[in-house]
């Protein structure tokens, strides 16, 4: 129950329903905020509790300075959890050794439950290993269960064993894309309580439903699962920059064209843990789609949300998508009695501003490889002549083309090429060279929701295969939509047999080529590739394509709109202008010209005004949660606590709760530690967490060897996030991490004192006999410790590798946050204060103590820091809240959101 200090309880009827609501008028100020201000208000006004969230709190967001900086903190309590298989298995099995460690303590395991409701959408885990034949989803979805069955068994189970969770079987859709088409609410309904629909999602682009007015982003599994239990979000009130869009897109331009735009505005402004907001004439102009389109590339230009405010387009998608009449009418009636409700005209307060005429988009791709860096397509040919030089070794003796002047600018020294002929299979051959498109994929993410430019591509492949043009045979081209509605209205418009003729068959539902699930390439081209060492390319719908992302034989990437994706497959190389030169020539030998296979707006829209409707989306997710004859077929134990099966290589129960008590254990200052790391600045998340493929002589490798995996199918630390030997094994092992205690390598190395005059190991090894010995552990490390995005393993391997205390010059505020959340002290040096400064090379033996003042209630300021080499220095201690000292004091979020639970 709210503490209701500004007296905001009220009542909201609509039609024949009465709604509880908080009427956000009743907080002075509250009229000239953001929109997603005026969401994270009512969120406050809702919980005040008098303690984590207090009448403060709120007039704090009512008196928002918008030039500030930062400084407030806040909970924020989502109202629901989202999630992809990779990172929701760690959090389901966490939740499952939650019920076993209450059982142990006497409770009731049914107890641990999703306080908030969650969902989770298996769609991370389709490889596009078949392409180019009708049998090839069929052949995806076989090698996907059979890579998977340890892992889907035990979500299986938790789908049955656990209220409030549901899971979205494989081979259904994308995450975002099922969020924004079924699973979200807009405005949320619960207990007879009506309110905004926010949710934390374990994928960076949860933002896609933005687009729908939804306040929502990214986060790691730690914070996930805290909310999950009911626990708060800790951030600061944001800065908010106001997007003003004008205009309306000119023809020939896409969805794609116009978030390249926005994205290279808004990552030049700078909006890092800023929130977006879109408003002004333009917006009414912009439809659902491409709303969702822009929100979905919210990480990619850096801000933590890209929100749009509900009009009359976010009705319109609710009720083409299948919500009922009452959510409509609820949405609608809500959103105006709060102030929620798009007004063109209005200028709210924001703290910055930009401004985009949407008449001035023009085609654009983006690479090669970064989001932010836009290509005007009529340049693309010039571009990448100046490019690929980056990609190709100095001394190549290979001759160089000459584009003439008026063509490049790069044409006084000419282009790299190394034409290298491939035999096919059937014994045929043909040449391919440095810029070849090797793969061509519409995947899902950013593009696949958006029917304007799926249309387009489908009218695109059946305009060429009417001219007698296909993909050319060195490109891997793969269909991968977010949902089944996608290629339920290619059927029904007669264009799926074009897709396929132009090689673009249905590979997948899920997030393929994007997250570098693209499958391997053609062996020949493959060897031809690495023979030649050619630079060879990939264009893909997607939203992300840095190196070494997409596949490990590609070297340049480029984002594109879907139509754009099927010509560049036609083309076949980068060394192609699209906009000017032939894409290849007709039956009548005639050169065909972009200009005649692409689509005009009214034929895009005719097809989606005909072939798109209610109906489908009523079918595709009337039982969603279901499941095929192989899901529903998967053998899963029964009970409400998981048969852990101590053969699997994929699941395994952690050991956070082992000698857990109802009591907590007080507080002890740490003596005796040894640095495990000492690192420079700029050690992001992604370097310490594991990630990627698992090699054979690594501790991981080593482990899955020992445990009779063959190398083939060590699959990535992605898919066994839920086995914690396995990550314990692969974190700090990233082979780009730079550890200065054992200088000259770079890896997972550290040098291990437990032996005579420390020898150079696996940092994983050196850990095992610290831990052996007793001996407690520390990180050194600069300025901006944890950036990142791979959160959850970062701080859940750090603590159980034995690391009791980070001390850092400066910290990423999440990472800090999990790092408490795991039980690990963090500190900070003193102002002015670094390693270096203090003489510090990390072969020392530290002593933390005045620790233990937390057992008093209260948080030391600083605690003491002495090595046994004399040099000595108060360190910061940065638990910032209170809820953040309990946590600590419990040994970690877990322990703590445990202990509460048993005693409800």
Known sequence: MSANSFDARSTLRVGDESYEIFKLDKVEGSARLPYSLKVLLENLLRTEDGANITADHIRAIGGWDSQAQPSQEIQFTPARVIMQDFTGVPCVVDLATMREAVKELGGDPAKINPLAPAELVIDHSVIADKFGTKEAFGQNVELEYGRNKERYQF???????????????????????????HLARTVMVRNGQAYPDTLVGTDSHTTMVNGLGVLGWGVGGIEAEAAMLGQPVSMLIPRVVGFKLTGELPAGTTATDLV??????????????????????????????????IGNMSPEFGSTAAIFPIDDETLNYL???????????????????????????????????????????????????RPQDRIV?????????????????????????????????????????KPTTVTAPDGSTY?????????????????????????????????????????????????????????????????????DKVGFNLVGYGCTTCIGNSGPLPEEVSKAVNENDLAVTSVLSGNRNFEGRINPDVKMNYLASPPLV????????????????????????????????????AEVNDVVANAIGEDMFNKSYQDVFAGDAQWQALPIPTGNTFEWDSESTYVRKPPYFEGMTMETTPVEDITGARVLAKLGDSVTTDHISPAGAIKADTPA???????????????????????????????????????????????????????????????????????????????????????GSSRDWAAKGTALLGVKAVIAESYERIHRSNLIGMGVLPLQFPEGQTAETLGLTGEETFS???????????????????????????GVVRIDTPGEADYYRNGGILQYVLRSLIRK
């Open 260 to 293: 390249l735009t926005i994205t290279e505005m808004l990552r030049k402004h700078g909006v890092v843990g800023k929130f977006v907001e879109f408003y002004g004439e333009g917006v009414a102009a912009t439809s659902l789609a491409n709303r969702a389109t």
């Open 377 to 417: 397509l009529a340049n693309a040919k010039e571009q990448f002549a100046r490019d690929v030089r980056n990609y190709v070794s100095d001394d190549e003796e290979a001759g160089k083309e000459s584009f003439p002047a008026s063509d490049s600018p790069a044409s006084s020294n000419g282009v790299p090429s």
């Open 319 to 369: 009720r083409l998508t299948g919500r009922d009449a009452q959510q409509v009418a609820l949405v609608e009636a809500y959103a105006k009695e709060q102030g929620l409700w798009l007004d063109p005209a209005a200028e709210p307060d924001f703290s910055e501003k930009l401004e985009l005429d949407l008449s001035t988009v023009v085609p654009s791709i983006a690479g090669p490889k």
């Open 431 to 499: 040449e391919i060279d440095h810029g070849a498109v090797t793969v061509a994929a519409i995947t899902s993410c950013t593009n696949t929701s958006n029917p304007y430019v799926m249309v387009a591509a489908a009218l695109v492949a059946k305009k060429a295969v009417e001219k007698g043009l296909t993909r050319k045979p060195w490109v891997k081209t793969t269909l991968a939509p977010g949902s089944k509605v996608v290629t339920d209205y290619f059927d029904k418009a007669g264009l799926t047999p074009y897709l």
């Open 155 to 181: 979500l299986r189970w938790g789908q049955t064993a656990f209220d409030e969770f549901k899971v979205v079987p494989p081979g259904t859709g994308i995450v975002h894309q099922v969020n924004i088409e």
């Open 701 to 787: 490798g080593k482990y899955l060897t020992e445990h009779g995996i063959e190398r083939r199918d060590f699959n990535s630390y992605g898919s066994r996030r839920g086995n914690h030997e396995v990550m314990i094994r692969g974190t700090f092992a990233n082979i780009r991490l730079r550890n200065q205690i054992a200088p000259g390598t770079e890896g997972g190395y550290t040098r291990d004192f437990t032996q005579a005059d420390g020898p150079v190991s696996f940092i994983y090894d050196a850990s095992q006999n610290y831990q052996a010995a007793g001996t407690p552990l520390a990180i050194l490390a600069g300025k901006e410790y944890g950036s």
């Open 566 to 601: 099927v010509a560049y497959a036609i083309a076949g190389s980068m060394k192609v202008d699209i906009t000017k030169d032939a894409l290849g020539v007709d039956q009548d030998g005639k050169p065909v010209y972009l200009t005649d296979i692409w689509p005009s707006e």
């Open 848 to 874: 933390f103590t005045g620790v233990t003042e937390l057992n008093n209630g209260t948080t030391p300021r600083t605690v003491k820091v002495t090595t046994d080499t004399g040099v000595e220095f108060d």
